[in-house]
């Protein structure tokens, strides 16, 4: 199809995207982007308009049920059936089930993922979610920094949260690192059992932190897994067109605005997705949508988007 015929075709669909499935992109703002970027480069908007309409994006309500997927399917649930196998009874009616995940979820301490103690953090924005709408004490969360085993004594399980995992070295980070080395102890000490739980999570990287055995001691709970399908450029996307080796012509394409200004088409550890978790993007989606500098506009913005 024609560049300009893909535009033509494709632009009232991305203005009903943005109006009806995304809260926080507008369609207004995507437009100022292009103007800024592409005024007159028709190639550049047909491949950012077809990355754009591919991108999986995750709405507020979204990560909200995520989270309570993770947390009362994938981890308390699978307790609860785990109990009913092992005592040989596979009947519970639903106000007793409610009545034991409700307890459950009384015996869990929460600490959020950080690399910084800064309240724009991803973790924090999760674990208002957990108290605000999940009805979690406000008592059973606390950054790590302040986890003491006198805190901790009672509960049955401590959980990290966190939006995602890309290449997956911040949680490696995290996970050996002194402070909460100090935390595994007391919970091994206590017999507590200790969860990670992420939103979304890329699962080749997931599974070579296992395979290393670099989260020793940690379960590991991805409420929804990204695959190589769901990368820009990989060969399973569906995104081009492979009868025109569309992909490479993208690639060269964007290899020449790397060159030109500045920035960079892949992510970091060149990863090259195209994620939009609510209002931000992590490190690891396309940075032709959150950098920059002199000559490029970003989309979105990180706290990074500067460097």
């Not at 703002?29 to 999986?56: A, C, M, P």
């Not at 639903?94 to 307890?103: F, K, W, Y």
């Not at 724009?120 to 920094?145: A, C, P, T, Y």
Request: proline share 2%; net charge neutral.
């Amino acid at each position: 199809m024609d560049h300009q015929q893909y535009l033509d075709e494709k632009m009232h669909q991305l203005r009903v995207v943005c109006q009806s499935q995304w809260d926080y992109l507008k369609y207004s703002d995507f437009d100022k982007w292009l103007s800024d970027n592409f005024q007159n480069d028709i190639e550049g908007r047909y491949y950012v308009t077809k990355i754009l309409l591919h991108t999986v994006y995750y709405s507020k309500k979204d990560m909200e049920k995520l989270m309570h997927y993770g947390l009362y399917e994938k981890i308390y649930g699978k307790q609860v059936k785990a109990d009913l196998v092992a005592k040989e009874d596979i009947y519970l009616s639903t106000s007793v089930a409610e009545g034991i995940v409700h307890q459950l979820k009384e015996s869990t301490f929460f600490i959020p993922l950080l690399d910084s103690d800064k309240p724009s953090e991803s973790g924090n924005g999760i674990i208002g979610d957990l108290v605000h709408k999940m009805n979690v004490s406000e008592n059973q969360v606390d950054f790590h920094r302040n986890v003491t085993e006198g805190k901790l004594s009672g509960y049955k399980y401590l959980i990290f949260v966190d939006d995602c995992i890309g290449s997956g070295n911040q949680l490696k980070k995290f996970w050996n690192s002194a402070p909460i080395k100090q935390i595994r102890d007391i919970c091994e000490k206590l017999s507590i059992k200790i969860y990670y739980i992420v939103l979304i999570g890329y699962d080749n990287n997931i599974e070579k932190l296992k395979l290393a055995d670099d989260l020793q001691g940690l379960e590991v709970v991805v409420c929804d897994l990204l695959t190589d399908k769901n990368r820009v450029f990989s060969e399973g996307n569906i995104i081009w067109d492979k009868d025109t080796n569309e992909k490479e012509a993208a690639i060269a394409y964007f290899e020449k605005i790397k060159k030109q200004k500045g920035i960079n088409f892949l992510g970091y550890k060149k990863l090259d997705f195209a994620v939009i978790l609510h209002d931000r993007l992590p490190n690891w989606s396309l940075p032709i949508f959150w950098k920059k500098n002199s000559l490029w506009s970003n989309l979105l913005q990180r706290k990074t988007s500067n460097q």
